[in-house]
DNA sequence: CGTGTCGTTGAGCGCTTTCAACCCTGGTGG
DNA sequence: CCACCAGGGTTGAAAGCGCTCAACGACACG
């Protein structure tokens, strides 16, 4: 919509900031992240040495598809949207990366050039641990190599997840499939949950158009599978979701029952 | 199509042989597969170690969605097509996994449920490692830990890729861009390339029904982008197919140029 | 020569996209 | 206080595209 301007705003800071911030203040934002759960001390340190603190306004571009990434990024406030940009226009969304998570090993680890590109939907910061530090990391501390193997592991089998979304036949499966899919991260028994992101940018991860997903959700909820409130939403009866997501229905106008 | 009854066929054989080989044997030929490269012989001589070797008929099914696997799997011979079975009975194919290659690494690290099937696209020859052993090992030897991220990371960039590509807005899109990307993969320069499985799978990878993946093949037959002889094809300018990947083009009937 | 598998071709329909206008909210400034 | 604007979202109408169903052709095999 928008020339690719960032827009300085707030404080008036400059975007896409370096900011030359004292190592031992990475350290110690970096233990707090999720994903280094389980790392030691030194651990961290030696990471530490050569990461930087990068802030991003909203829609501002870290990296392009084709970019030989130099760091692996961890995400200590906003939101990053990682996506495939289609010839169209428009894009797919791979992930959408929050606080205390970490996006772009196999790029690092495999050198090879990044598949997606990475934008921040909300104002961000994040902390980039360098390329080489990194890898030297994994070659000589086996338990950092063995947690990432598992994680890489974990994405990879999360990624077959959205593809089996993106796969069901009608737009109102893969919406049912996301929307069961949501709860089982959610955890909260039956509590309202929350989208996790912009509409939009869901749309855009479950392989629709803005309006498609927007029209779905008006119909799940006149239908009575769902409760709509604002991006927020209910179900009182799951295993009715489930069988709509496995068997799917017209999806006409003036539809009854 | 057909109700899920294993057709024992040719040699008469029983199918979902797991014949009792000697282990020798299996080290044998695990060592001459390409993904055992750089394996040392020890190592090998381990992971054979509660090995098995498995026979399958064409059609035949190894594992189901949502299955606990329970070992690492090895295609000594044939091909096994991965894919996730969609409501409708058609399936979304994950990957098409040929001689020398291996998977299930993900769901034997993390122990989780499949999420895919595997059956057999052609008569085929597995080893399976044990999951108890190949984790072991895993935890033993950082070489192996680290070759294996390597493997796996490679892996998820590969399902990156094959997103971008069944996000493609048409299906013209979608074969060109798949066509380009076996070039990359093939590795034979002006030669030509034929495709690694039946048209039906790939069709099914590509997210487009069989009988559109056809009606595109020969619509860019007849447009002159590609020469078509059975299951291989040739291309002249690869430039062109290129711009019809980035910006697609009507596909009416009648068409001339 | 029948059978099964793979592939092509044709016709019709339904869904999703696209383009468009409109609504709603929050922030800003006169 | 209200006008104004930007961004996110909803809704409507039209059209294109891929899917489905079906029949047919090619080929291998027993």
Redesign the pocket.
């Given at each position: 919509?928008?020339p690719a301007e960032p827009i300085s705003q707030s404080t008036g800071n400059i975007t896409m900031n370096f900011m030359p911030v004292p190592i031992v203040q990475i350290q110690e934002t970096m233990a707090r992240m999720a994903c280094c759960e389980g790392w030691g001390r030194d651990q961290v340190a030696r990471l530490a040495v050569g990461a930087r603190q990068i802030t991003l306004a909203?829609k501002e571009r870290l990296f392009t598809k084709g970019d030989q990434v130099q760091a692996l990024h961890i995400v200590v406030s906003g939101q990053m949207r990682l996506f495939i940009p289609l010839p169209?226009g428009?894009e797919r969304v791979i992930s959408l990366v929050g606080r205390g998570e970490s996006f772009g090993e196999p790029c690092v680890i495999r050198a090879e050039a990044c598949p997606y590109e990475a934008v921040a939907s909300k104002n961000s910061h994040l902390i980039a641990i360098d390329a080489l530090v990194y890898r030297r990391e994994l070659r000589q501390t086996p338990a950092l190599a063995e947690q990432t193997l598992s994680l890489v592991s974990g994405r990879l089998l999360r990624t077959l997840r959205d593809i089996e979304i993106c796969a069901q036949?009608?737009?109102?499966?893969?919406v049912a499939h996301y929307l069961i899919h949501l709860r089982t991260l959610g955890a909260a028994k039956d509590q309202e949950i929350r989208?996790p992101a912009?509409?939009?940018?869901i749309a855009a991860k479950l392989?629709?158009?803005?309006?498609?997903?927007?029209?779905?959700?008006?119909f799940m909820a006149q239908q009575g599978f769902i409760r709509?409130k604002g991006?927020a939403f209910g179900v009182d009866d799951w295993t009715l979701l489930q069988s709509l997501a496995s068997a799917g229905c017209?999806?006409?106008a003036g539809g009854n029952n």
């Open positions: 919509m928008e909203r169209n428009s036949p009608s737009s109102l499966q893969r989208l912009l509409k939009r940018d392989g629709l158009s803005q309006e498609t997903f927007s029209r779905v959700l008006a709509l991006n017209p999806m006409e």
